[in-house]
C-alpha cells in the first residue's frame, strides 16, 4: 500500500515549455487534490475532483488543467510554464470516513523550477 | 486568500518542555484540522476537530477550538526532538466540501 505517489520528484523548465505531474492513490479514495506550497506559506488549492468524472477550481488555478484520468490518477498540467509557478506541488487524495472524517493524505511532492 | 493564521510563525524549545501553537481563522467551520509537515516532505495528518468539539486529544497531542473566537490551539506536551517539523491548521468551511484550506504554519525546533 503505497498511499498517495507523485512523479517527478523534481523538475526544471524553461520558460513556455509545458509538463504533465502525474498523481496516483491506491487507497480507493473518491476525492483528489493539487496543491502549491511556496515559500514560507501553506498550501493553497490549485483544483480538486470530488469524485471521478469531475474537476472543480481551487484557489490559485489560473495556468493549471487537470484530467482525473480515472478512479487512481489526477494529473496536473502547466501548458506554458512561468517563473511564478516555481513551487512545490502536492496531491492528496480523501475519502470520508466515519472515524477520521475528511482526513486527506499527502504525496512527497514535486519540486518544480522554472526559469 | 489563506483562511488562518498561525502564531507563532516559529518556535524554538528544549526537549521535554510543552509547545504551543494558536491558528485563527475567518469564515464558520465544519472543523479544523492540524497537519504536521517535516523539512523535504509531504503533510501528515495529526488530529481533526468538529465544530461542535471544544477539546481533543490524540497522545501528546491537545487540540482546543473556540469558534466564537474562531481560533483553534495545538499542544504538544513532553516535546522530542522528532517532533521538530512545521504545523499546519487547515479548516473545513461550512459547505465547502472536503476542501482545505491552510495557514500559514508554525515551525517548531525542539533541540536536544
Known amino acids: 500500500n503505497a498511499g498517495v505517489t507523485q512523479t517527478p520528484k523534481f523538475q526544471v523548465l524553461k520558460t513556455g515549455q509545458s509538463m504533465t505531474l502525474q498523481c496516483a492513490q491506491d487507497?480507493?479514495?473518491?476525492?483528489m487534490y493539487w496543491y502549491r506550497q511556496d515559500p514560507g506559506m501553506g498550501l493553497r488549492l490549485i483544483y480538486y475532483?470530488?469524485?471521478?468524472?469531475?474537476?472543480d477550481k481551487g484557489e490559485v488555478p489560473n495556468g493549471y488543467n487537470v484530467s482525473r484520468l480515472n478512479k487512481r490518477e489526477f494529473s496536473l498540467r502547466l501548458e506554458s510554464a512561468a517563473p511564478s509557478q516555481t513551487s512545490v506541488y502536492f496531491c492528496?487524495?480523501?475519502?470520508?470516513?466515519?472515524?477520521?472524517?475528511?482526513?486527506?493524505?499527502f504525496g512527497p511532492g514535486t519540486r518544480l523550477l522554472v526559469l | 486568500s489563506q483562511q488562518g493564521e498561525e502564531d507563532p510563525q516559529a518556535l524554538s524549545i528544549q526537549e521535554g518542555e510543552n509547545a504551543t501553537m494558536n491558528c485563527s481563522y475567518k469564515t464558520s467551520i465544519n472543523n479544523l484540522q492540524w497537519y504536521r509537515q517535516n523539512s523535504g516532505r509531504g503533510l501528515v495528518h495529526l488530529i481533526l476537530i468538529r465544530s461542535n468539539e471544544r477539546e481533543k486529544h490524540s497522545g501528546r497531542l491537545r487540540v482546543t477550538l473556540d469558534t466564537s473566537k474562531k481560533s483553534s490551539s495545538l499542544l504538544i506536551t513532553a516535546s522530542r526532538a522528532a517532533d521538530t517539523a512545521s504545523y499546519f491548521c487547515a479548516t473545513v468551511t461550512v459547505g465547502g466540501f472536503q476542501k482545505l484550506v491552510f495557514g500559514t504554519g508554525t515551525r517548531l525546533l525542539v533541540s536536544p
Open positions: 475532483s470530488a469524485s471521478e468524472g469531475t474537476t
Open positions: 492528496a487524495s480523501s475519502s470520508i470516513d466515519r472515524g477520521r472524517g475528511e482526513t486527506q493524505y
Open positions: 487507497m480507493n479514495h473518491n476525492s
